[in-house]
């Protein structure tokens, strides 16, 4: 039977290995959005309308305080790219930290008393009456 903990400790590394390659990243969420212009007989005001757009914005929250910035066209690829490294981290991050607790539950089975092999007892149980 292959050893439990020798397989998490080497998806482990495996983890550590791929946050390695990672590159840059950010947080944050990406948003598509439409505008309307004031100026009167404008396309965004016809029926149907055709608004102005897309304008693509980055929103998240660092260090208990909202952020949100505005993305340029020549910018899209990389901020797509940072965000996508930015969700890898998050899940590498929890799969190591979910190895690591079943890694800590077999080490306490392991070294439990009732899993330590204790020597038969020899004396013949006595029947019931």
Not at 50 to 67: A, D, E, I
Not at 94 to 100: C, H, M, R
């Amino acid at each position: 039977m292959p050893n439990p903990q020798a397989a998490i400790q080497r998806r482990i590394e495996q983890i550590k290995a791929e946050l390695a390659q990672l590159g840059p990243l950010r947080p944050g969420h990406l948003s598509q959005q439409y505008n309307v212009c004031g100026t009167p007989g404008c396309r965004c005001k016809a029926t149907p309308p055709r608004k102005h757009g897309p304008y693509y914005q980055l929103s998240y929250t660092w260090q208990r305080k909202s952020h949100s910035e505005f993305v340029r066209l020549e910018n899209l690829a990389v901020i797509r790219q940072q965000l996508t490294n930015y969700d890898r981290l998050r899940a590498l991050v929890d799969e190591w930290i979910g190895l690591a607790l079943k890694a800590t539950q077999l080490q306490r089975k392991s070294d439990s008393p009732l899993s330590k092999s204790r020597p038969k007892s020899r004396t013949p149980r006595k029947a019931a009456p």
